[in-house]
């Protein structure tokens, strides 16, 4: 089973950066054979995707509000799949999950912007950007 772990949340000013990590804690099993997505939920509003990377790392898709500022990317040797997060705004204070889709039927290039695909999430990390 794949168990997804969150880390590299906290507290930041407006303008500044972080970098999220989502790691397998199950280490009998790597990320290789998933589509990672990250996706998050500000307080009184629904969950939103953010980013999405194929598992292969070569095709990469964002949500408009976030595009030119976080960067989705992968390192399936260390079955790991990062989001750097700059140039923060208040409005990206959120949980933000990490979520893995099975792409054994679909090839290491497929990945999904919907939640509903996704077959395993951890359990958030706390992002907060104060203004």
């Known amino acids: 089973q794949v168990q997804l772990v969150e880390s590299g949340g906290g507290l930041v000013q407006a303008g500044g950066s972080l970098r999220l990590s989502c790691t397998n804690a199950n280490s009998g099993f790597s990320l290789e054979d998933y589509a990672i997505g990250w996706f998050r939920q500000a307080p009184g509003k629904e969950r939103e995707f953010v980013a999405a990377?194929?598992?292969?790392?070569?095709?990469?898709y964002y949500t408009d509000s976030v595009k030119d500022r976080f960067t989705i990317s992968r390192d399936n040797a260390k079955s790991a799949v990062f989001l750097q997060m700059k140039s923060l705004k208040p409005d990206d204070t959120a949980v933000y999950y990490c979520?893995?889709?099975?792409?054994?039927?679909?090839?290491?290039?497929?990945?999904?912007?919907?939640?509903?695909?996704?077959?395993?999430w951890g359990q958030g990390t706390q992002v907060t950007v104060s203004s």
């Open positions: 979520a893995a889709k099975s792409i054994i039927y679909y090839g290491d290039n497929h990945y999904s912007t919907t939640a509903t695909e996704y077959n395993y």
């Open positions: 990377i194929s598992g292969s790392g070569g095709n990469t």
